[in-house]
């Protein structure tokens, strides 16, 4: 396991380099000129010159990397134009947020989305099968910016049980913190719960009809023990795949639902960074989604392996 381990970050590292170039190098074809922009609407040559000596920004391309990537590498991200405030700031602020938001939301999908496949595939072609598909088509065609709002029409304003909007943080009240996510958190997590009902279900037929599960029904196993420990570990490999991709994807997605419930996460952070030009904030934020998606996928590498040894080699 540890040598399995080992090789995967060795090739996290020349991605992440690779990333970090790529994430500078998109920031310089963006138009307008980041001295200008800082200097405000001033523009006294003297400080635009300041600021360009200040920031590196009268050095080659390379160089200007170089400095950033040393700042990067000690936690420094620059500052934010807008909020005046350390970019490492912002995002420690806005990322656990978005982290609660989104790991509620794959919590969800997962109690949902699973159990659903694994009853559609264990009774094909009955009742269950047909409902489970119909919720599934259900969960992908109905948008999230209308059940966001639907259901705050129902459990905020009619019924009273939830607040409509805001942020409260763990630390600070946990009962109201989860109140006040758990509606976006299904919001967010119902669409992913149709798409896992339909992969595990796929999954799962295709366990059903190997050998080793007709061998084990011959043993005279119980079908609870057949479908929950011998195809259902199987099956999980897509599963996992499908649950780290998109739990990567709402780190940086989840902007609508956010705004929708004004919760101030990371999606809004990165949208509103590019809207006002705050260059150090949409390229830190960038790096550290794109870090956060490259750890889960190797997260998921090691669960590949801890339900099927066998791919350690």
């Not at 459990?155 to 109201?176: H, Q």
């Not at 295709?206 to 119980?222: F, M």
């Not at 780290?244 to 419930?261: R, Y």
Request: charged residues 15%; aromatic residues 10%; contains cysteine.
């Amino acid at each position: 396991m540890l040598n399995f381990l080992a090789r995967r970050i060795a090739q996290i590292v020349p991605t992440l380099f690779f990333v970090s170039v790529l994430i500078f190098s998109l920031q310089q074809l963006l138009p307008g000129d980041p001295a200008l922009v800082m200097a405000g609407e001033e523009r006294d040559p003297a400080v635009i010159e300041q600021i360009r000596q200040q920031y590196k920004l009268d050095q080659p391309i390379p160089v200007q990397y170089v400095y950033w990537l040393s700042g990067v590498l000690t936690g420094n991200f620059g500052e934010s134009l807008r909020n005046k405030m350390p970019v490492r700031e912002l995002i420690a602020q806005k990322l656990p947020v978005t982290l609660q938001l989104g790991s509620m939301a794959i919590l969800i999908a997962f109690c949902i989305g699973i159990p659903a496949g694994i009853i559609s595939a264990v009774k094909k072609g009955t009742a269950w099968d047909y409902g489970a598909n119909l919720f599934a088509l259900w969960g992908i065609s109905t948008p999230n910016f209308w059940l966001g709002i639907l259901l705050i029409f129902l459990f905020s304003i009619k019924l009273g049980w939830l607040p409509a909007s805001g942020y409260v943080p763990l630390t600070e009240d946990w009962r109201a913190s989860l109140a006040a996510t758990i509606m976006p958190a299904f919001v967010l997590g119902n669409a992913i719960s149709a798409i896992l009902m339909r992969h595990t279900r796929s999954a799962m037929l295709q366990v059903l009809e190997s050998d080793y599960v007709r061998t084990a029904r011959a043993k005279g196993l119980s079908e609870r023990s057949v479908i929950l420990k011998h195809a259902m570990r199987n099956a999980l490999t897509p599963i996992i795949t499908l649950g780290a991709l998109e739990l990567g994807t709402l780190l940086s997605g989840a902007v609508l639902t956010e705004q929708i419930f004004s919760i101030p996460g990371f999606g809004k952070l990165i949208v509103d960074a590019v809207f006002n030009r705050d260059y150090a904030v949409v390229q830190g934020v960038v790096l550290v989604t794109a870090t956060v998606y490259i750890t889960l996928n190797l997260v998921a590498d090691v669960a590949y392996v801890l339900v099927n040894p066998r791919l350690r080699g």
